[in-house]
């Protein structure tokens, strides 16, 4: 079991490709490789699964105790771990359960994938500023894309070396290897007409432009994982929205559920599929924004899920929450009727973001107790009366007010949990403020 980290100093300096690039090609020459992704997103890890064919699951160092990330980084093979952000950035103030924190805490080293299209000498002091800024985080060697030509490509080794690392890789610009993206981040997967080229493309392109024998061996060993104990599900029978527009739910929880003997019945509103018979129904997030028509003709699926209500708890989270309310108006303002499960009106006509790690806690089943959550959106809140759901903190323990709706067995809010605190708050945050 051995991990490495591909990060870079910024979004946008093309990790996601690279990573995509390296699983495959490693793939394909005989290692055994796996993904994971730093941090609260839900899209690379799919795209992860699809370039390497092994699952990927989120490792988040802002929302789980490190006992957590080095059980669920444990496993056959090699372990190679795509950041977010950069290297160093996290939630405020100081940057906790950031990409570099995640390394540190797991013990691998990092290659850093650097944007080098406007760089030339001056790649030397920024590469410099990464390998000293935290000598537990241990930057161990660089791959320099977008570079324009080989004159080009030289400088910018000359200047790397100099500061004592090793470049892995001049990688050449690749008009074709883009990743298309929209309000809430990079198109799904699954909804890639040539994800199959796009991903071998990128393995192509990364096998001739870099020392991959190199990059593999520098991988760490990952210590062996701790016994931790394994989230309990929420219900035996859990029937789960799971399509286009709910796809946001974390393997992880799936996976603690599952092995505690639960049974995940997935179905797809959009398909228009009744809710199976559950002892517990969750819409996911996702984007229902995009598919807000299907879903308000889906008569099927809104019946099945009114009749429900009746009898069992429905969670919705996020898009599912919206599905839950009243009704959703979409970007060119047309207003879709939703379920009217809970008194909530929303909006993508007039967007705003709402973005950041959350502590959120409640008595109320299905999910009582403290958890670490993660709050992404653009939806505009028209309405939202009625009783909350949970009490919030934002990442830096101040109180974010009250999230969330609950009526009846019908509940939700805009938070992402990600794994229960058990009245611990996460290493990034504060104490939390009354």
């Known amino acids: 079991m051995r991990g490495l980290l591909v990060a870079a100093p910024a979004s946008g300096s093309g990790k996601t490709v690279v990573t995509l690039g390296l699983l495959r090609a490693l793939r394909q020459r005989g290692l055994a490789v796996r993904g994971a992704k730093s941090g609260p997103d839900y899209i690379d890890p799919r795209f992860h699964e699809a370039a390497c064919g092994a699952p990927c699951l989120n490792l988040d160092a802002w929302a789980m105790a490190p ?59 920024l590469i410099a500023g990464f390998l000293r800024h935290d000598p537990a985080v241990r930057v161990v060697a660089v791959l320099l894309n977008r570079v324009g030509s080989p004159r080009h490509g030289a400088i910018l080794r000359a200047a790397v070396e100099r500061e004592g690392t090793t470049v892995l890789g001049l990688l050449p610009r690749a008009a074709g290897l883009v990743h298309p993206s929209r309000h809430l981040g990079l198109v799904q997967a699954a909804e890639r007409a040539d994800l199959e080229s796009f991903i071998q493309g990128a393995a192509d392109w990364i096998a001739a432009h870099a020392d991959l024998d190199a990059l593999a061996a520098l991988a760490a060993p990952l210590a062996p994982a701790p016994a931790t104990p394994r989230l309990p599900p929420p219900a035996q029978r859990i029937a789960l929205a799971a399509d286009a527009a709910f796809a946001f739910a974390y393997p992880h929880l799936l996976v603690d559920w599952r092995a505690a003997g639960a049974e995940i019945l997935p179905f797809s509103p959009l398909a228009d599929q009744a809710v199976p018979e559950a002892d517990l129904v969750i819409l996911p997030g996702g984007y229902p924004e995009l598919h807000a028509g299907r879903i308000a003709a889906a008569e099927t699926f809104m019946s099945s899920l009114r009749k429900a209500a009746k009898d069992i708890v429905i969670y919705g989270e996020c898009g599912g929450y919206m599905v839950l309310g009243d009704s959703l108006e979409d970007e060119t303002g047309r207003m879709h009727r939703m379920a009217g499960l809970l008194p909530l009106s929303t909006s993508f006509a007039r967007r705003r973001l709402h973005l950041g790690y959350r502590i959120v806690e409640t008595g109320a089943p299905p999910f009582a107790g403290r958890w670490a959550a993660h709050e992404f959106h653009y939806a505009t809140v028209q309405r939202e009366e009625g009783r909350p759901l949970f009490r919030a903190w934002d990442a830096e323990g101040r109180p974010v007010g ?19 605190l058990d009245g611990q708050a996460p290493a990034g945050t504060v104490a939390l403020a009354s």
Do not use: K, N, T, W
């Open 67 to 125: 006992a957590r990330l080095q059980a669920l980084a444990a496993g056959d093979g090699l372990l190679l771990v795509e950041g977010a952000m950069g290297l160093f950035d996290g939630a405020p103030p100081e940057g906790r359960g950031s990409a570099g924190d995640l390394a540190r805490i797991l013990g691998i080293p990092v290659v850093l994938v650097v944007d080098a299209s406007r760089l030339a000498q001056s790649a030397g002091p």
């Open 402 to 420: 009250p999230m969330g709706l609950r009526q009846g067995r019908v509940c939700g809010s805009f938070a992402h949990l990600i794994d229960r």
